[in-house]
């Protein structure tokens, strides 16, 4: 679910939609799952959704770390964690484009 949750607004159960999902899913899957953050860097990102809002036919729903983490109710986090996702898997130039994203695996028990 990496780049997808963002087009699935509040008022549509995101996170019944993942938890549907996860009990279709067999012991051991893995959900791997990034979302737009909405508080970190919280002005810049609120000026990049009203760009965005503009520009794009479907609207970006972004949340905060707290939102994303019921996303993985059920789920085993791997290391890192819940993490702003260059802190997944660092480039080796350090580019932190990505930072404004949380991004995270959990494993199904």
């Given at each position: 679910m990496a780049g997808l949750?963002?087009?699935v607004p509040?008022?549509?159960?995101?996170?019944?939609?993942v938890a549907t999902v996860l009990r279709?899913?067999?012991?051991?899957s893995y959900l791997a799952l990034s979302q737009p953050a909405a508080d970190i860097n919280a002005?810049?990102?609120?000026?990049?959704?009203?760009?965005m809002d503009q520009l794009m036919p479907v609207k970006i729903t972004y949340r905060t770390r707290e939102q994303v983490a019921r996303f993985f109710a059920?789920?085993?986090?791997?290391?890192?964690?819940?993490v702003?996702?260059?802190?997944?898997?660092?480039?080796?130039?350090?580019?932190?484009?990505a930072r404004s994203v949380w991004a995270g695996v959990g494993r199904k028990p």
């Open positions: 949750m963002h087009c509040d008022e549509d159960d995101p996170a019944g939609i279709a899913v067999p012991s051991g002005t810049g990102m609120a000026r990049a959704a009203s760009v059920g789920t085993e986090l791997l290391e890192p964690g819940l702003s996702a260059p802190l997944w898997r660092p480039l080796p130039d350090g580019d932190t484009t």
